[in-house]
């Protein structure tokens, strides 16, 4: 894959993700001191405050992998592996980009982390 590619995929990629960023935090809940609920009201908008979090958690690390490969496309360091130093794969960038390592050292971090 051309670099200029995956520099445009990428960018896309940040921008809607800045947006949906953007959108998430819009749709946060303020808080609800002053607007007395029900038990019933207070445990919805305290799990949908959740999910909406983890949504939000989720699409704040993935930003962060995706400004990454751009700053290593820019110091030439991309489509190498950032614990093994090897080739990623084609295959894999085309599916994931912003994908910092092989899929073996990735696997690898996955299981430490579980
Ligand atoms: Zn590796």
């Known amino acids: 894959m051309e670099t200029i590619t995956v520099r445009r995929r990428l ?9 949906s960023i953007a959108v998430l935090r819009g749709e946060r809940p303020v808080s609800s001191a002053d607007s007395p609920q029900d038990d019933a009201d207070v445990g919805t ?5 959740d ?3 983890a949504v939000l958690a989720s699409a704040t690390a993935q930003r962060t992998e ?3 490969a751009l700053q ?3 110091d ?3 489509g190498k592996c950032a614990d093994c130093g090897k080739p990623i794969p084609e295959g894999r960038l085309e599916a994931r980009p912003e994908a910092s390592r092989c899929v ?4 690898k971090r996955d299981r430490m982390r579980r």
């Not at 960018?11 to 947006?19: H, S, V």
């Not at 073996?104 to 696997?107: F, N, T």
């Open 104 to 107: 073996a050292c990735q696997s």
């Open 72 to 74: 290593r496309i820019q």
């Open 45 to 49: 908008s305290l799990s949908e405050a």
């Open 11 to 19: 960018e896309a990629a940040r921008d809607d993700l800045d947006r």
């Open 66 to 68: 995706v400004v990454d």
């Open 51 to 53: 999910r909406a979090e």
């Open 76 to 78: 030439g360091s991309y």
